[in-house]
């Protein structure tokens, strides 16, 4: 058994993009990893098992909510005695030397977190170094930049579970991720971000956010997300319970027609420049 453990969930959408996931992973400067795949209801994982020389670790996780699967996902990790977790979502694709940089940096921090590139195929990158447009290379990254938005996710994070806690996920929360890292931080981990390797970040019609304009339905669907982000951090620490009220005060105000494109034509018209995830649905000023 190698030390780090590379962690995905495939999924039956996730199959059209399977052979640029599994290239990125065969083409990795450093080879000493197994693969955890979790199993929600892919059919054709045969791609990741033709990896040569590579463990494969497949696991059927069909039923299970995303919490749920992210939680058994660490946990599993825990309790097979890995050092170090680097996340990746199937239907993206990384830098060649993603795992090697995580690695590196894991010797000095508990969580890496990477930059994006944005692309909607191999052949049609949008936007390289996304993240680094507002956030500098080997910068601490510490719970007051992940207050009001995210730039943790599942495919371009990294953890050494050595002060790593387990904890507990909502089912109802969208954000999962923005709460795993947000609680971490929040119980001592340290993290960096780091612009030498990147995760290309693959936006289609099934990417559960993607970085695209504003809508309504964004916007609703950003308030939900904010307002229930904010409701369980708030049980675990009271710095955010004056987030919560002013969302919940925010989303009531929301619920008429006129005022929500009112809103909208605001935020549209100031926007804000790279924005990180969700940071774009909020109380400006």
Known sequence: MNQALFLTVVYPECEPFLKDFVSSLARQTVKTFDVLLLN???????????????PIIE???????????????????????????????????????????????????DIVVNDLNIAYDIDC???KKYFSERIKDMQEVKI???????????????????????????????????FIYSTFLLTGAKACFTANTSTYYRQHSDNTIGISDLTEDKLRRGLLVKLKHYHEMSKLHNRYTKFYYEYKEL???????????????????????????????????
Not at 77 to 99: L, M, P, V
Not at 150 to 167: Q, V, W, Y
């Open 40 to 54: 929600d209801g892919c059919k054709d994982t045969l791609p990741v098992h033709e990896l040569e020389n590579i």
């Open 59 to 109: 696991i059927n996780v069909f039923n299970k909510t995303p919490a749920q699967i992210r939680e058994y996902g660490i946990r599993y990790a825990i309790e097979k005695g890995y050092k170090y977790i680097i996340f990746g979502d199937s239907d993206d694709w990384f830098d060649e030397n993603r795992i090697e940089v995580s690695l590196d940096i894991l010797s000095n921090y």
């Open 125 to 127: 990158v949008i936007k």
């Open 144 to 178: 007051e930049d992940v207050i009001d938005k995210n730039l943790f996710g599942l495919s371009n994070t990294a953890i050494k579970l050595d002060n790593i806690k387990m904890i507990s996920v909502d089912e109802g929360l969208i954000a999962i991720d923005w």
């Open 251 to 285: 989303a009531s105000q929301l619920d008429d027609q006129a005022m929500i494109k009112k809103y909208l034509h605001e935020l549209i018209e100031h926007p804000i420049e790279f924005p990180m995830w969700w940071e774009e649905v909020g109380i400006r000023g």
